[in-house]
């Protein structure tokens, strides 16, 4: 690794007086980094709004021209679907052009026996079934493998839902319903059998990242490893005391 994406041990003292030692490493790239945050957002704005689509708000009386409340949130909600699938073409292409971290999150070695046997480590250390986490330079193996078949799978699955319904409001001689709804809602059945698995694929999502922030604040607190400072500086810092 160049000398200028790592950071040389340096001496400290934790709160007991003892010394200890930091290291850190560069890994997440800027792109990466954004890319992160604002997926983050269009999440957000898509769950609150999808959640609103699925169980719209009362009737308003008045006339209708009046009260613009759903179209807003449908508004709102499109737009967020643009940034997310935008977005994340834009993370495949880093995974190409970035650096060996930027492609973990698209290749885990499923057929690798030792990955696998890691996978099985960390499942134990979250358990509370091991007394001493490994530490990794990236994604640890089991956050590699829900990453892959949670959120990148997830994600493949609600744009491609989502812009099917999407494309049912283009018109049946629209480009998008070639694309996406052509082929897609008649494979679910009925449009409104993609209405539900949308929605379901939405709590799927959320469940994902819900045990996603956990995992980064435990493992920020309990291995002594940096998470959610390194998707805001880029940098990996380990400290670990000498006794």
Do not use: C
Not at 15 to 24: M, P, Q
Not at 98 to 126: C, S, T
């Amino acid at each position: 690794m160049s000398t200028n994406k790592m950071k040389s041990a340096i001496g400290d003292l934790d709160s007991s007086g003892i010394e200890s030692t930091v290291e850190a490493v560069y890994v997440y790239e800027a792109p990466v980094r954004l890319w992160h945050w604002v997926n983050a957002g269009a999440i957000t704005v898509l769950a609150i709004t999808g959640y609103f689509i699925g169980s719209p708000l009362p009737s308003m009386s008045g006339e209708a021209s009046d009260f613009y409340v759903m179209g807003y949130i449908r508004f709102f909600h499109f737009v967020a679907a643009y940034i997310f699938a935008i977005g994340l073409l834009g993370r495949i292409y880093w995974a190409f052009v970035g650096n060996g971290h930027a492609k973990q999150l698209f290749l885990p070695p499923l057929f690798n026996k030792i990955w696998w046997q890691e996978v099985y480590h960390e499942l134990r250390w979250y358990a509370f079934l091991e007394k001493e986490p490994k530490k990794y330079v990236g994604h640890n193996p089991m956050a590699s493998l829900f990453m892959f078949f949670m959120f990148i799978t997830g994600s493949i699955f609600m744009i491609f839902t989502g812009f099917a319904l999407y494309a049912e409001g283009q018109g049946m001689d629209s480009w998008w319903y070639d694309i996406f709804a052509g082929w897609l809602i008649p494979l679910f059945g009925q449009s409104q059998d993609v209405h539900t698995w949308h929605h379901l694929g939405m709590w799927f999502i959320l469940t994902f990242v819900m045990v996603h922030v956990y995992a980064a604040i435990r493992e920020d607190v309990m291995s002594r490893q940096s998470l959610v400072s390194t998707m805001i500086n880029g940098w990996r810092t380990w400290k670990d005391d000498r006794r």
